[in-house]
């Protein structure tokens, strides 16, 4: 079971393993760094939208610029994911170097509550992130469609939520996935697991300007993977379809990027946001004074080209209070909520990080109080509803609906009480 996860390092030891992840779960089982208070909400049962026709939209930021891809130093990367050898599975983890210079972006006008939201240039600033790549080592196998996951970094460092739920789907069905480390605080932040402080010297290179600039970053890894300078961090396959994935706080991030950046970088084929709290994140924190970020009921600009699936399990709903921004279904936008699922569960926190597809044990229905003891240690058995498999479902409808196929079916809403507060 063991597994290098730093260059330069000796293997970890589970006791490091179950201390990582008894922060990441703490964390994304908490208030996330980009949710507000959840707290005197009206109503979890508002009126949804109906389909409107998408304001004419002014491009003042010109084409996504291009960013120079290099390999990453000999080593394996620092990823705290997965606890299996992924060459077993028949796929290849391969670290990547990007750089260039980013933009941040200044709403136009005020943040409406639908997007989409004219935004404009407001500064650039040199970078150099990371990306994580897992790609069939058969290039012959792969499906087509490359996942670009906003890693989340609640915790202080890189997690990849929507790797460890879709795994065994990617590697059964020949996904390419790449890890974005998009924000400042996975390279630089204070925690011992960010880049910069558990290995110093692998990634010494890398700079962040601030998460400002992070919308711009995430655009040009996605330009980067389907027209590469420098280094070609998919060797070389031809991609047929980009869908951006982002799970709690990057799924915030993801509402902002699709209601401001997405409308003219126009970079993704698709959108999977999963778990979002009901607050977009900041688009720029504090300009003028005041934090550039849309109103704490936004909704995901649904009435676009590209597909969207919002994908909110029961926890997000009554716990994260995301209600307020249910939407409804229309030709570009599905929303689904399943009932019993929580934003955290065992299988994130345990049973995903050594699942390989293969064991049923995986989708039962278990009493596990202390799934990582004695770091995480609980009264009540953490929730181990098998959402995973849902998850899996959902993803797998967005990429067929996405290459052309049938739109994925309609959910109801999960019924709540007449003062919208409870389940």
């Known amino acids: 079971m063991a597994h290098q996860f730093l260059a330069g390092a000796a293997l970890a030891s589970i006791h490091h393993i179950r201390l990582v992840f008894c922060v990441a779960l703490m964390a994304l089982m908490g208030a996330c760094d980009d949710a507000d208070d959840f707290s005197n909400f ?6 949804v939208n109906a389909p ?5 939209m002014v491009d003042r930021v010109g084409p996504t610029p291009d960013a120079t891809v290099s390999a990453a130093p000999a080593g394996a990367p620092s990823q705290f994911f997965r606890l299996f050898d992924i060459a077993a599975q028949g796929y290849v983890e391969e670290e ?59 915790s202080g460092f890189d997690i990849g939520v929507d790797w460890i739920n879709l795994h065994t789907e990617i590697i059964r069905e020949g996904y390419i996935w790449v890890g974005v480390s998009a924000q400042q605080t996975a390279i630089s932040g204070s925690a011992a697991f960010a880049l910069q402080n558990i290995n110093p010297s692998r990634y010494a290179s890398l700079s962040h300007p601030g998460d400002d600039f992070s919308y ?20 070389g396959v031809f991609v047929e379809t980009l869908i951006a994935a982002g799970q709690s706080q990057s799924a915030n991030r993801l509402v902002t990027y699709i209601n401001a950046v997405h409308p003219e970088a126009d970079e993704f084929d698709a959108f999977f946001v999963h778990s979002r709290t009901r607050s977009p994140a900041p688009l720029a924190p504090f300009l003028n004074g005041d934090e550039a970020r849309g109103p704490s009921e936004t909704q995901v600009f649904g009435n676009g080209s590209e597909p969207v699936l919002t994908f909110q399990a029961e926890g997000d709903i009554e716990v994260l209070g995301s209600a307020p921004t ?3 279904d229309n030709a570009s936008f599905r929303y689904w909520e399943v009932a019993g699922g929580a934003h955290s569960d065992l299988y994130f926190s345990s049973t995903g990080l050594t699942d390989l597809g293969g064991d049923p044990n995986a989708a039962l229905v278990v009493e596990n109080a ?25 993803f797998s ?27």
């Open 42 to 47: 009206s109503t979890l049962n508002p009126p």
């Open 397 to 423: 409808a967005l990429n067929e609906w996405t290459r052309g196929g049938a739109a994925p079916p309609s959910v109801p809403f999960i019924n709540l009480d007449a003062d919208g507060n409870v389940v």
């Open 326 to 328: 249910r939407q409804a």
């Open 96 to 154: 990547f170097f990007i750089s260039g210079t980013a933009r941040s972006f200044r709403p136009v006008s005020a943040l409406n509550a639908t997007g989409p939201w004219p935004v404009e240039t407001a500064g650039d600033a040199a970078y150099t992130t990371r990306i994580v790549v897992y790609r069939p080592v058969d290039l012959s196998a792969f499906n087509g469609t490359v996942i670009v996951e906003w890693m989340n970094v609640s």
């Open 370 to 394: 202390s799934p990582q003891p004695p770091f995480v240690v609980c009264d009540l058995p953490v929730n181990a509803l098998p959402l995973h498999l849902v998850i899996k479902a959902g």
């Open 216 to 235: 711009d970053i995430f655009s040009q890894v996605a330009k980067a993977l389907r027209t590469p300078v420098g280094v070609n961090p998919l060797d």
């Open 52 to 56: 409107v026709a998408p304001p004419p």
